[in-house]
């Protein structure tokens, strides 16, 4: 049975804005078919050396260490082609992804097996969503436009080499509420907090799994 893959990647817990609409996309699709992996509680290691030589190398003349590290890659690999749809809580920290997501994407993209094959990606086509808050704003025309470096890494990885459709949620200005000289800033916040739910609700009900 196909599956939503929902991998997490805030490290804050419930009260994360990233996590609140990701949870209003999955109420309104409805579905009961989740593979949840919270990254901040289960943290996956980064591509070590025995990760990459088990990549490079015959299974069979693997040391101990490349074959935990094989077996961790074909996990995850195995996890991410099983799913029919994504959804990704992806918060925006110090300009690009959390580490503990460009982790899990260096687990997962290996030629041969997700990108670079002859035919294609074989997970192109699946639709997945971004859910990706951030403290400030980096919309065209703000002081920080160009400074998102999220969202052009994961249009290039998930996206070109992935092959996924991807749609990208993107609540602003999450510190306004905690940060004294940003107050002024609240009612954007709220108001951009509220479309993030309704775009996130109008793309769960509309959500289908390849």
Known sequence: MSYLLHIDATSFTAESISRQVARTFRDAWGGTAVVHRDLAAHPIPHLSPDGLAARLSDRAGHTPGQRAAQALQDELVDE????GGYLFTV?????G???SFK???DQITVVGRTIALPDGPPARGRHAVVVSSRGGDYHPGSPNH??????PHLETILGQELGLDLDFVVPSFGLAPV???MAGLVPLHEASVTEAHEQARKLGEAFTLG
């Open 97 to 99: 992804v959390p580490s």
């Open 80 to 83: 991410f082609l099983g799913a």
């Open 103 to 105: 982790a899990w994407i």
């Open 91 to 95: 918060p925006l920290y110090n300009y």
């Open 146 to 151: 160009g400074r998102d470096h999220l969202v």
């Open 179 to 181: 940060v004294p000289m």
